[in-house]
């Protein structure tokens, strides 16, 4: 039974939906918004980061043009390199031109970088696909960002739920393969950083806590996570506010 004042809810979130919230929880982080007003952010590409950028820059952001890996249609492949947009960059509180790559070259420990992922484990692991032979974006940044311990932020959801990334790292790698459904790739497996899933961006944005109950279903639910969150009643109503805005998100094309 739920204590007296506690409130309990139960709540699924289609992809688009769980990635939106997403986005509104790690544009909301401090470490963010500090390295957006006076230091350096760098949201690298990708379609969850999409609504990370949109969140950050309040406006639209075209989803599968801000990627580089993708996976679509049954097989892993990438988007044409000549309609890739640029990962956006601040410095100082502006956007900046500059390659993210001579950036991050300056990063210090205040500073931030963002990056998707293909898969979380229930240990806290991120691995990002990678089909670059030189692991592509995550391969050039983590030595990096590692050296200097600078804030790696992770946005990804529960959908990409898989038993353990270093299962997945042993299996995969571009030249292992005799055959693959699209592009062969590795797998770079990300720790220390910090992990936003829609559980954890519940606890950031409303102060509840969140327990994935399911996951999937059909007819535009599919890899949608179930979950069951739970606190004080003002909070719980906040936060069924703050999803019943996201509610119909659309789907990516």
């Given amino acids: 039974m739920a204590n007296h004042g506690e409130a309990r809810a139960l709540i699924s979130l289609t992809v688009p939906e769980g990635k939106r919230l997403i986005g509104k929880a790690v544009a909301a982080l401090p470490e963010v918004q500090r390295a957006r007003q006076q230091g350096k952010l760098i949201i690298a590409t990708?379609?969850?980061?999409?609504?990370?950028?949109?969140?950050?820059l309040q406006e639209p952001v075209p989803k599968v043009r801000y990627t580089a890996g993708i996976v679509t249609q049954g097989n892993f492949t990438s988007t044409p390199s000549e309609s890739r947009l640029s990962p956006i960059c601040f410095e100082n509180g502006l956007r900046s031109s500059r390659p993210w790559p001579e950036i991050l070259q300056d990063f210090t420990a205040e500073d931030v970088f963002i990056k998707g992922a293909n898969a979380v484990d229930p240990s806290?692991?991120?691995?990002?696909?990678?089909?670059?032979?030189?692991?592509?974006?995550?391969?050039?940044?983590?030595?990096?960002?590692?050296?200097?311990?600078?804030?790696?932020?992770?946005p990804v959801s529960r959908e990409?739920?898989?038993p353990s990334v270093e299962a997945a790292v042993r299996h995969l790698g571009i030249h292992t393969f005799t055959e693959s459904l699209g592009m062969p790739c590795g797998m770079i497996p990300v720790v220390g950083a910090t992990i936003i899933t829609e559980v954890k961006a519940l606890d950031i944005l409303c102060g509840v806590k969140a327990v994935q109950v399911s996951a999937g279903g059909?007819?535009?639910?599919?890899g949608s996570v179930g979950l069951v969150i739970s606190g004080p009643e003002p909070k719980v109503a906040a936060a069924m506010e703050l999803i019943k805005g996201i509610k119909g998100e659309p789907p990516i094309a």
Wanted: negative net charge.
């Fill in 46 to 56: 990708g379609i969850t980061n999409a609504y990370v950028a949109e969140e950050v």
């Fill in 218 to 222: 059909v007819g535009g639910s599919e």
């Fill in 160 to 162: 990409k739920l898989i």
């Fill in 124 to 154: 806290g692991v991120a691995g990002v696909l990678v089909g670059a032979p030189n692991g592509g974006t995550i391969g050039t940044a983590l030595g990096t960002l590692y050296a200097r311990g600078s804030h790696l932020i992770v």
